[in-house]
């Protein structure tokens, strides 16, 4: 059989356009015949598989797949997905002649002639084994970036934390020994009941920075977008300074989103550093959730969505500055203030999560980031 066969539709000569297949360095095309075997072979098959034309015509084309894909059938299951679907798609580890890996992206593609009688497959695979390891390679810096992200924001609540918990224990101490003192039962059992409420209190706050600061597998659920907002604030509370005051705002009936909790809760504390940190002199962060219907104003993105927006009244982003503050690394913040990894990982997860995160500045007039996350259907 002739591989010329597939240039039916084309204007091309038919050998000018077996010469362009031949020629083609950096993809392997070759036909096989409907039982799988090889019956043409291009450049880029011999450079990328090793083997040349004379070693491979006639041969099945699962030689190239590792034992355990052939003892799987992965060769002939992809043969007859093809067959049923008129194409079909594959990624996986391949073999090369000296028995070396790579990884492939193939695409089987079923041919027939004028009559439509099907007379083989088309075969084009693709080493991909750079692209691969750099997405290993940036999915390992991204998790690396997430747990320095995750540390600064356990240090930046630290702080606080400690001193919220010594005044609990203040409040314990100060209550058990006017109670032992005290020989008035109403009084004791009333001093008992503060060490009660202190002590639940202190319980609630080391669970919900365990739960933060837990190594968790960095996988999307359903989630309620008010106790992820609530439970950020719980921890964000301690480390906000006097002089600013928080609202919040939460609309009834939101929908759910699938998000990593820890990550998401990541991002909505580090805008709230953001906002801490731009009101050094006192002022009001606004914190809201609500449901919008988005239809390509915010980034193409189509559809229901909850919006967690954090606004505060601070000095602004200035002009130029605006352009850059999702970059990572970008702060105007002094050496040990800022890392500017804090939007560039909200970027990251909005990107990842296929919202979006979009700011709004007035210099002068203060600060809104809205982040946009896909409602979901489900009520976990
Ligand atoms: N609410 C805000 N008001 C003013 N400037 C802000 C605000 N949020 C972010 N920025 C600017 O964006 C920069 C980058 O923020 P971020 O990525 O969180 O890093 P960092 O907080 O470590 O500087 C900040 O240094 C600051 O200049
Ligand atoms: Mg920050």
């Known amino acids: 059989m002739d591989p010329v066969i597939t240039n039916e539709q084309s204007s091309m000569p038919a050998s000018r356009y077996e010469q362009l297949v031949q020629s083609v360095v950096d993809y392997a095309i070759y036909m096989l ?27 099945h084309f699962a030689l190239f797949f590792t034992l355990q894909d052939r003892e799987e059938g992965r060769p002939e299951r992809l043969l007859n997905q093809a067959l049923e679907h008129g194409v079909a798609q594959d990624e996986g580890w391949r073999l090369r002649k000296d028995g070396s890996q790579f990884w492939a992206l193939a695409a089987l593609d079923v041919i027939r002639d004028d009559t439509g009688q099907f007379i083989g497959f088309a075969k084009v695979t693709r080493d ?57 039962q109403v009084r004791v059992k009333r001093l008992l009941e503060l060490i009660l409420d202190a002590g639940q209190r202190g319980t609630e706050m080391t669970q919900q920075l365990l739960g933060f600061a837990r190594q968790r597998q960095m996988t999307p659920l359903a989630h309620r977008p008010k106790k992820l907002l609530s439970s950020a604030l719980g921890m964000f509370r301690h480390a ?73 009244n601070g000095k602004g982003i200035a002009p130029e500055v605006m352009p850059r503050i999702f970059e990572p690394f970008f702060t105007t913040k002094p050496f040990g203030k800022g890392t500017g990894l804090g939007l560039s990982q909200a970027y990251g997860f909005a990107k990842q999560s296929n919202g979006a995160i979009l700011a709004e500045s007035t210099l002068g007039l203060g600060t809104t980031i809205r982040l946009y996350l896909p409602a979901i259907d489900i009520n976990p």
């Open 33 to 59: 015949d409907p039982s799988g075997c090889i019956v043409s072979w291009n450049a880029g098959a011999e450079r990328i598989k090793g083997y040349h034309a004379s070693e491979v015509i006639g041969r």
């Open 128 to 184: 991909i084994t750079d692209r691969r390891e750099s997405a290993l390679q940036l999915d390992s810096i991204r998790a690396q970036l997430f747990q320095a992200q995750k540390l600064e924001a356990l240090g930046q609540l630290t702080g606080g934390i400690a001193h919220d918990f010594n005044n609990l224990l203040s409040i314990i101490i100060n209550a058990a020994s006017l109670a032992m003192a005290s020989q008035d």
């Open 240 to 312: 906000l300074p006097p002089g600013i005051a928080l609202e919040e705002e939460v609309e009834s009936h939101l929908p759910s989103i699938e998000v990593d909790a820890t990550q998401l809760q990541m991002v909505l504390l580090n805008l709230l550093f953001n906002a801490r940190d731009v009101l050094q002199n006192g002022g009001l962060i606004r914190v809201s959730v609500k449901s919008v219907e988005l239809n390509n104003a915010v980034e193409k993105l189509h559809g229901k969505f909850v919006c967690f927006e954090v606004n505060d």
